[in-house]
């Protein structure tokens, strides 16, 4: 059964920085891409970042282009969101994601077979 356990979220002041870390279990973790989605209150679940098995390629929004980066430990079973020079926009429960496919990235919510419990990122101004 593959799990996915977030952790790392919380309040934090307009410019400062958290990171989420996401620890996956029940499958070979690095024959599978993984990302991240958030979901502000009132809106629809939407992509935020991306990373290929290897980590040797990374897809953003264009919202968080530069302030986010996500990576990967395929040693650790766990995928990384680095989130700097965040901004009231930023709030939202952020979620880890994993495909169906081997090999696959998830860019979109219908790629996505797995999700993780949710993290909740409060930004105040």
């Known amino acids: 059964q593959v799990q996915l356990v977030e952790s790392g979220g919380g309040l934090v002041q307009a410019g400062g920085s958290l990171r989420l870390s996401c620890v996956a279990s029940?499958?070979?973790?690095?024959?599978?891409?993984m990302g991240w989605f958030s979901q502000a209150p009132g809106k629809e679940r939407e992509f935020v970042a991306a990373?290929?098995?290897?980590?040797?390629?990374?897809v953003y929004a264009d919202s968080v282009k530069g302030r986010f980066t996500i990576s990967r430990d395929n040693s650790k079973n766990t995928v990384y969101l680095q989130m700097n020079s965040l901004k009231p926009e930023d709030t939202a429960v952020y979620y880890c994601?994993?495909?169906?496919?081997?090999?696959?990235?998830?860019?979109?919510?219908?790629?996505?077979?797995?999700w993780g419990q949710g993290s909740q990122v409060t930004v105040s101004s």
């Open positions: 994601a994993g495909p169906k496919a081997i090999g696959t990235m998830p860019l979109k919510d219908v790629d996505v077979y797995y």
């Open positions: 029940g499958r070979t973790f690095s024959y599978y891409g």
């Open positions: 990373i290929n098995t290897n980590g040797g390629r990374t």
